[in-house]
């Protein structure tokens, strides 16, 4: 018999932005990074370009009044619940930009994209100057240290000028404005958010561990948020700023507050980072399904541990099962914390009749044998320490 069709209605956001077509940014970095959150994404094209890992090697801007019929196309049927921009290329189109989203209701993610990775060119010198009304409009804008002193006429060059960067963006009338520390320097990247003085910031929930979140309420005007996590040390971050922008959009489509948005967005775009795709013959790209790849590795993660107490219930195995026994852990390729590791529930022992069986595999059980396993280098399946 079979089963009846069964539609699922997840949120939806909207990415206004380039096409690349090395598939390392723009809308299709956009779209794969909104799939990982599960938001259905849509898309509205500015400008094709001619790209791979090694740089950019042509530009096509399209025109303004057909950017304008795939806006409408999008909006009117799939009711976007965010939406986030990148690169627009041109003065005119970020002035069209701006009058299409002026009348939209949720969330807008400007992310004033300039330069590409590779160093080359995505907007023209009249555009710098456009910025003023979509950033105007924006619930926050992202830009990175240097797009920052462009946009502001001013030098960004430390977490201290990047947080005065970040009230001063929203003195030019956003919500909020996340300046990103990715260009400056130090082991540490820091991300300043500022937030108007009439918005509400509740208390961050749910936060990765791997980014520190602080909130200061004391200054004036309104709350600044840093966002502190690990540098990753990669030449192939291609990509990586398109993904936290509509990593954030996809997020606030799915309903959470600005902070966890960005909280959460900041740790995945570390994850894409750390298990970043070699690809092309350049610097590669980041891994933006690197989330959806774990979750899908989990049940033959958890099969293999199955698997081991058959494969040590022989008569030349069982004696390694012998005396405390066995803590027996493994995990996907893509693990970075004890809530990423699979554990097989009570120890494999020898017993007069063979080796116990386990009674089953769970996840984020915190052992010394997971810490073991999460040390450099180490994926393999482990045992051989009892388990705490």
């Known amino acids: 018999m079979q089963r009846q069709r069964a539609e699922v209605a997840p949120p939806v956001a909207l990415t206004i932005a380039g096409s690349d077509s090395g598939g390392g940014a723009g809308i299709q970095a956009d779209l794969k990074t909104m799939e990982a959150h599960d938001v259905f994404g849509t898309s509205v094209i500015t400008a094709t370009t001619a790209q791979n890992t090694q740089g950019v090697h042509g530009t096509e801007v399209l025109p303004t009044d057909h950017i304008a019929d795939q806006y409408t196309a999008v909006v009117d049927d799939f009711r976007p619940g965010a939406i986030k921009t990148g690169m627009l290329a041109t003065a ?4 069209t930009v701006a009058e299409l989203t002026d009348s939209f209701s949720g969330p807008i993610v400007v992310d004033p994209v300039m330069v590409a990775a590779t160093g080359d060119r995505l907007l023209t010198a009249d555009g710098e100057d456009a910025y003023d009304p979509l950033v105007s409009d924006a619930t926050v804008v992202t830009p990175n240290a240097d797009e920052a002193a462009v946009l502001l006429d001013r030098s960004v060059s430390d977490p201290d000028q990047a947080r005065e960067a970040a009230v001063e963006l929203v003195e030019m009338g956003a919500t909020a404005a996340l300046v990103k520390g990715g260009h400056l320097d130090g082991d540490v990247v820091v991300d300043s958010l500022a937030v108007d003085a009439d918005t509400n910031v509740p208390e961050p929930t749910d936060i990765d561990a791997t980014v520190d979140t602080r909130v200061d309420r004391s200054s004036s005007p309104g709350t600044i948020v840093q966002f502190k996590s690990p540098r990753v040390r990669t030449d192939g971050t291609h990509g990586s700023g398109c993904a936290l922008s509509s990593g954030i959009a996809a997020r606030l489509a799915r309903g959470e507050t600005l902070i966890d948005a960005i909280a959460g967005a900041t740790a995945f775009v570390g994850r894409a980072l750390r298990y970043g795709l070699a690809v092309g013959n350049g610097p590669g790209a ?17 099969e293999a541990l199955e698997s081991v107490v058959s494969r040590l219930d022989t008569p030349a ?13 493994g995990a996907t390729a893509y693990a970075d914390s004890p809530s990423d590791v699979a554990t097989l529930e009570g120890r494999v022992q020898q017993t007069p009749d063979g080796v116990t069986r386990a009674r089953g595999v769970r996840y984020g059980v915190d052992t010394r044998a997971s810490r073991v396993l999460l040390g450099p280098g180490s994926h393999a399946l482990t045992t051989g320490l009892p388990p705490g």
């Open 92 to 95: 005119g189109v970020i002035e």
């Open 286 to 302: 980041v891994h933006h399904l690197v989330d959806l790849r774990e979750r899908a590795e989990r049940d033959s993660t958890a």
């Open 317 to 329: 195995t069982r004696p390694l099962a012998s005396g405390p026994g066995l803590a027996v852990v």
